[in-house]
């Protein structure tokens, strides 16, 4: 029937419209109507389509005749986001399904929306041959567990809705961090529907978010922004790039430090597949900082292999690093360059429970390390030159150790892995020579009071359940200048002119060794001992590793050791006033204890007119003292 042969006008009140046979009617719905002869049209409606008020709403049979002719649905909605999304989320049109969100966890929110949907005009049709389009405000939007469990909120913005795809501009925050969000979710495929574009500032609290432990190296803030493809819940590609300038940047185990201020932009590049990660490109680059590399992770995050051609980092590194991983899983790793600031990271391992032994015995990774380094620095500012380190080991045990080297003085360094053959007790040790201990000693504890000499340290392996290192120490021809506790021992006996020496040209040793323990956090000497021609001392107890940890020593003090023990070498008579090796006739008791930060000494005066063989009930009868671990609050500055 031709248009204008009918025409019949009439209101509609309380009515109810199904639109779709599978989504939430407009009801209680309000309007004029107009019937032409192929054409019916609703407008000026009103109604409710479950909590959202609709107004402004039109229903528009553009073709009565022939069957299947469109019909447009338009109206204006407002409510809260999760009721529209309610309605949007309904069969056929399930917007939200292929983003793998739920209405539910939108947890507050509200908005306005235009919306327009046609359908053919048939009974049964098709959710492709569903059309729709709209566009929405909103604010105050939160959704729950949006990205890594964590919570999008504060959301304000715009959305475009299309038949194929859904388009979300916002700002909000993320993880507590402020960010704008562009989201762009394809509707008519199946893989790669969701496309991100996220930039914003976030500093260490929020860096979680995006699964960077960015507390162990970042204070400050950082302006970022992401480009992501793929699924809401398994992206595809990710690509950040983050500008560094405002905050400070640390990296502790080569003590490099990037100040506020500082200039400094990063890029990282990842793609994720089904083998696992792939991050195709890690850069880092500013102002006494160069890196760049790449690295693989298999689907459980074990990391594949590595390749980094820059590593440098102004007082810390420069150096190239490679890691592959083994067809029996070790992770073999070589490192190669002109420099390398390893000081932290030998005081770390030195005063952790790895290399003092904890309770519990822990098992290692399999690994092997190959390095060769032109200057590599270690504590106390210890330089060596042209160092060659060669390192394997599996979960049960260690299979090599190497290390040659040369001090900036020239003096050769020797380390070696070697078998005790013992039967019971430690089956392997790592012996240390060099011509220069003083060295040695600074490099591996800090120790800045020796200077020179010649000798060697021997670490035992601990093979049982209770871990720890035992070891023995033997040098000779060094010289001590410093050392401030020993100074304290020779103020408490009075011995001026030691400290006077101590504290000028120093104090030549012509022999030391030592006995000492690695347990639990505690440094246990047993029969110390050093002599020269100005003194000997001898020395048992124990030390707690920390700034602040517990000292409890003993021993004797012996001046102008050469002549003084003339009378203790003399057949018979000497076994009477020398008591053990490296005292004299004449030798103050001595006795360290509090803490290594303010130690308290104290000497036994009666003790210097004493044989040797009396002067041990002065000292006291302990032995071994139990030590508890001080707080690991600081670094501890042991002394000779």
Do not use: C
Not at 181 to 189: A, C, S
């Amino acid at each position: 029937m031709p248009d204008d042969a009918l025409r019949l006008t009439f209101d509609i009140a309380d009515a109810t419209a199904i639109y779709a046979e599978t989504m939430t009617p407009l009801t209680r719905a309000s309007g004029a109507a107009v019937l032409t002869g192929n054409r019916f049209v609703v407008s000026a409606m009103r109604g409710r389509v479950g909590d959202i008020a609709i107004s402004g709403g039109e229903i528009d049979f553009t073709g009565l005749s022939p069957r299947g002719q469109p019909v447009y649905y338009r109206f204006a909605a407002t409510g809260g986001a999760r009721g529209m999304l309610e309605v949007l989320n309904q069969p056929p049109l399930l917007v939200l399904q292929s983003a793998d969100l739920e209405p539910q966890r939108f947890i507050s929110g509200s908005g306005t929306a235009r919306v327009e949907i046609m359908r053919p005009n048939l009974r049964d049709v098709p959710r492709d041959n569903y059309e729709y389009k709209g566009s929405a405000t909103f604010k105050d939007l939160a959704i729950a567990e949006f990205y890594r469990g964590s919570d999008l909120a504060r959301a304000a913005g715009k959305i475009d809705l299309t038949t194929n795809q859904m388009t979300i501009d916002a700002d909000a925050e993320l993880g507590g961090a402020p960010v704008n969000i562009e989201w762009r979710q394809r509707l008519d495929v199946q893989a790669n529907r969701s496309q991100f574009k996220v930039s914003g500032v976030v500093d260490s609290s929020t860096g979680d978010v995006f699964g960077i432990p960015t507390r162990q190296f970042l204070r400050g803030p950082v302006a970022f922004s992401a480009d992501a493809k793929g699924d809401l819940g398994a992206l595809s590609t990710l690509s950040l790039s983050a500008d560094f300038s405002r905050a400070a940047l640390n990296i502790d185990p080569i003590a490099w430090v990037k100040p506020e201020g500082a200039p400094a932009s990063g890029e990282v590049d990842i793609v994720f597949g089904a083998d696992g990660v792939d991050v195709r490109k890690i850069a880092l680059k500013g102002e006494g900082v160069d890196l760049a590399g790449s690295a693989q992770f298999d689907p459980a995050g074990l990391i594949k292999a590595a390749a980094f051609d820059k590593v440098k980092f102004d007082g810390g590194a420069d150096v190239t690093v490679t890691l592959t991983r083994s067809l029996l899983g070790s992770a073999d790793v070589a490192l190669t360059g002109a420099y390398l600031n390893a000081g932290p990271t030998v005081q770390s391992f030195v005063e952790s429970d790895d290399a003092q032994g904890g309770s519990q015995k822990k098992t290692q990774p399999a690994m092997s390390l190959r390095a060769r380094i032109d200057a590599l620095e270690l504590r106390g500012g210890a330089q060596f030159r042209d160092v060659a380190f060669d390192f394997a080991r599996t979960p049960e045990a260690i299979q090599a150790l190497s290390l040659s080297a040369r001090t900036d003085r020239g003096s050769p360094l020797s380390v070696v892995l070697k078998e005790t053959g013992a039967e019971k007790g430690p089956r392997q040790s790592v012996e240390a020579r060099t011509d220069d201990i003083g060295q040695l000693l600074a490099a591996l504890f800090g120790v800045a009071s020796i200077q020179k000499g010649e000798g060697s340290m021997e670490l035992f392996l601990d093979a049982g359940e209770t871990g720890g290192l035992s070891g023995a120490f033997a040098a000779r021809n060094m010289r001590v200048i410093g050392a401030p506790l020993l100074a304290r021992i020779f103020a408490a006996g009075s011995f001026n002119g030691l400290v006077g020496l101590l504290n000028g040209d120093g104090i030549e040793l012509s022999q030391a060794v030592a006995d000492f323990e690695f347990r639990d956090g505690v440094l246990t000497l047993r029969d110390a001992r050093a002599s020269g021609p100005s003194v000997g001392i001898t020395a048992a107890g124990a030390i707690a590793a920390g700034q602040s940890g517990a000292v409890d020593l003993r021993g004797a003090v012996a001046p102008a050791y050469q002549v003084n023990s003339f009378l203790g070498n003399a057949p018979l008579i000497g076994d009477i006033f020398v008591n053990r090796e490296g005292e004299g006739v004449v030798a103050l008791a001595y006795d360290v204890h509090g803490t290594s930060d303010a130690p308290l000494v104290s000497v036994n005066p009666l003790s210097a007119l004493t044989p040797g063989f009396l002067r041990r009930i002065f000292e006291g009868e302990r032995t071994a003292p139990a030590v508890d671990p001080a707080p690991q609050n600081g670094p501890v500055q042991p002394e000779p």
